[in-house]
């Protein structure tokens, strides 16, 4: 196993025959050399996260440890699979419309209900996917920030 994962556009790349050449590290100029042959690029960033712009394409690049990457998975993991989650107001107003009912299986980003906001409507989405164990709240309710609105299991 080696020690970094590298991801292009979100998608994990073997790197291992990739050279980078700075020509000028502290402006981001330097070459890609790959199978002995040079392409000049942008590289920008800091950490794990980063950018490199080839041929004016601008593409994001992560590079993580095996540490890193383990704790990422299992960030992943515990969403999806998690145990029940409250899913509270981020801003006080009117509920208008409840778009589930109790029991009911939703995915990832799936409207639940709507809450009007000084004039504004605002669609609350499921942050994971799962099933409705209770809906809190009913449409001409007022809620506060952080009022609980209903619970996904």
Do not use: C
Request: a negative charge; hydrophobic letters at 45%; zero cysteines.
């Amino acid at each position: 196993m080696s020690d970094h994962e590298i991801r292009v556009d979100g998608e994990p790349t073997e790197a291992a025959d990739v050279v980078v050449e700075w020509e000028d590290r502290d402006h981001g100029l330097a070459r890609l050399v790959v199978d002995g042959r040079a392409v000049p690029a942008i590289v920008e960033g800091a950490g794990s996260e980063w950018f490199v712009t080839l041929r004016g394409r601008r593409i994001p690049v992560t590079v993580r440890t095996w540490r890193e990457r383990v704790l990422a998975e299992a960030e992943t993991a515990a969403r999806v699979h998690g145990g029940p989650t409250v899913v509270k107001a981020t801003l006080p107003g009117l509920v208008v419309a409840v778009a589930v009912a109790e029991g009911e299986e939703v995915e990832e980003g799936s409207p639940l209900l709507t809450i009007e906001a000084m004039k504004m409507q605002n669609e609350v989405r499921a942050p994971r996917a799962g099933r409705v164990v209770a809906v809190e709240v009913a449409a001409g309710q007022a809620v506060a920030t952080g009022a609980a609105l209903l619970r996904l299991e």
